[in-house]
């Protein structure tokens, strides 16, 4: 990593794909300019076809600090915002951040020096999910549980160790150009296909628990679901485009809505014995909810086993129902891996 003079920390380049974001936007973009980083740091923000007063806000954050700047995205998808605003930005170092995400205190400065001890080409950290009423409280219980969603560790936390993919991430350049950036037919789990192919090209991803991201959840049940049934929808994908790269922990709830749904059909046809399967889903999930929503309002650990059901049912669902035609396209736009000077020797 080439600093800009002696001493000084190499310059940043902060890249933040938003659709939609007029409730998070400011209070994202704030926590980065906040950053008490001694290097130059820029921000680009790549601009999709919003609905509401995302560009507006954007256009005031441009006019209040020079250090900001904007990009269009006509497409609206992650992966061509996150391109778009790479190609714009001209740092070595390049920090990913959603528009309804927050980085913390030191965050920038953290991810420089693990680079440099580590010699990743990628680290991330913790995906801190923090709610700001009775049902985002709910959510964000669940989704920082291990019921909710495992042993992730970018979820529950963990030891800092290598890792197959981190949340958004710190890159050096290098990686991203060696690459050719983001596949851009990966909708979702974009971050994972890349951080696959730095992985098969000898580079490192580091997750560290040092590094910390609040995010803020979906705001509504059915927002939930479909963001839920995308995520299963994709990883069915990423599993048929890496053969080896699914677990026990995926299966778990495509598993469970195929249980549910025998266990209702049984119950409803043959015998009222069926429905144990559905009553001890309910009844784990309500168990589950108790150490989950500790600490919070009673309304809030009330709609925790509904946020932990829309999880695992939409996810399950998304995966059980995600087209094999999806899949074929994403294959066909494979891009290998593509080895550095050094690593072709």
């Known amino acids: 990593m080439n600093a800009k003079s002696e001493g000084q920390p190499p310059a940043v380049s902060v890249i933040m794909p938003v659709l939609n974001e007029e409730r998070h936007l400011r209070e994202a973009v704030h926590a980065i300019l906040r950053q008490e980083y001694a290097g130059e740091m820029e921000v680009v923000v790549a601009l999709g076809p919003s609905t509401d007063r995302t560009d507006e806000i954007a256009a005031e954050l441009v006019r209040e600090d020079p250090r900001v700047h904007t990009v269009p995205n006509p497409t609206g998808r992650t992966p061509a915002a996150l391109n778009a605003a790479i190609k714009a930005s001209r740092h070595p170092i390049v920090v990913r951040v959603d528009g309804h995400a927050a980085l913390s205190p ?22 801190h999910a923090e709610g700001q009423n009775d049902w985002e409280h709910a959510v964000a219980a669940a989704m920082t549980s291990k019921i909710g969603v495992g042993n992730a560790a970018f979820h529950t936390g963990g030891d800092a160790q290598q890792a197959e993919t981190v949340y958004l991430g710190v890159f050096r350049r290098e990686a991203l150009e060696q690459q050719g ?53 994709w990883r069915h994908v990423v599993a048929r485009y890496h053969e080896g790269s699914i677990n026990l922990r995926y299966l778990a709830p495509p598993t469970a809505v195929c249980a549910i749904a025998a266990g209702v059909v049984v119950g409803a046809a043959l015998t009222p014995w069926g429905f144990v399967i559905p009553g001890g889903y309910v009844a784990a999930i309500a168990a589950g909810s108790v150490p989950a929503g500790k600490g919070l309002p009673l ?39 593509v080895l550095g000077e050094t690593q072709r020797v």
Not at 202 to 215: A, R
């Open 181 to 233: 950036g983001y596949n851009e037919e990966f909708i979702r789990a974009q971050d994972w296909e890349l951080n696959f192919r730095i992985r098969e090209a000898g580079g490192m991803i580091w997750f560290s628990p040092e590094l910390k991201v609040s995010y803020r959840p979906r705001p509504s049940v059915r927002a939930l679901a479909k963001q839920y049934k995308d995520y299963g929808r």
């Open 106 to 127: 030191g965050y920038i400065t953290t991810a420089v020096r693990l680079l440099e001890e580590t010699g990743a080409m990628n680290v991330g950290g913790i995906m």
């Open 299 to 337: 309304k809030a650990r009330l709609r925790i086993p509904v946020a932990l059901a829309t999880m695992h049912m939409s996810w399950g669902w998304g995966f059980l129902t995600s087209p094999r035609s999806l899949a074929e396209r994403v294959i066909a736009s494979r891009r290998p891996a």
